[in-house]
């Protein structure tokens, strides 16, 4: 059973470019969760999708925006990166939207170095 | 808004014995679960344990036990018999949003 699988797991890019993340969530799970932890922090939560739609989004600029397909995979895109937006990004699936009691599983995140 | 707070930064604990790990936390919903996740230096955030609001008794997985206090709003994560695999960040986590808290970097020495 696969478990929350992300790529690609390193990458750097300049400032003001564009970067796409992919996040493939657990078998089973049809909702997706983006975080940014920056180094020495907490994970901060960045947006939700469940069912194609995003449900909840976090303190985030619209530079942050993301997408689910019908296969329940996401991807994650930061527009016009800023050095600040180095930091490494975490995919979380849980099943069926947001539950108290869903676990939430991660996957093993994309580190994204902007120079 | 919901907030979670971890007030150790760091802590030692010798291989072979016990340690706690405190969380306290805010949220205004009625029903709510708290998570505990463990993070080595590779990053992947591993699920550890759960604990739901209307829980009656302490969650328990394995060497990891969670002392729930509703009416104190804590979530302390108990590590017993303590292994040098444990050397890691330890996060709580609320539901919702999932708000993390900013973890508490655990050292186990030999």
């Known amino acids: 059973d696969a478990g929350v699988t992300q790529s690609p797991t390193h990458l750097i890019k300049t400032r003001g470019q564009q970067v796409t993340l992919r996040c493939s969530p657990k078998s089973g799970h049809d909702t997706v969760s983006w975080y940014q932890q920056a180094l020495g922090q907490g994970p901060q939560f960045i947006f939700q999708?469940?069912?194609?739609?995003?449900?909840q989004r976090g303190n985030f600029p619209d530079r942050f925006s993301g997408h689910q397909f019908p296969n329940y995979s996401s991807e994650l895109n930061v527009n016009a990166l800023l050095l600040g937006d180095s930091a490494l990004y975490l995919c979380a699936s849980s099943g069926s939207g947001i539950l108290p009691g869903n676990t939430i599983y991660f996957g093993e995140g994309s580190w994204l170095t902007v120079v | 808004a919901q907030k979670i707070t971890q007030t150790q930064p760091g802590m030692f604990v010798q291989e072979k014995e016990a340690v706690t790990l405190d969380c306290t936390y805010d949220?205004?919903?009625?029903?709510?679960?708290l998570f505990w996740y463990k993070q080595p230096s590779s990053g992947e955030m591993i699920f550890l344990i759960y604990?739901?609001?209307?829980?009656?008794q302490n969650a328990t997985e394995g060497r990891y036990s969670l002392n729930f206090q509703k009416a104190r709003k804590s979530a302390n994560l108990v590590i017993s018999a303590s292994q040098l695999g444990d050397s890691a960040m330890y996060f709580c986590?609320?539901?919702?949003?999932?708000?993390f808290g900013t973890g508490t970097k655990l050292q186990v020495i030999p």
């Open positions: 604990q739901g609001s209307y829980d009656e």
């Open positions: 999708y469940y069912e194609e739609e995003e449900r």
């Open positions: 986590a609320l539901s919702g949003k999932v708000t």
């Open positions: 949220t205004s919903d009625q029903s709510y679960g």
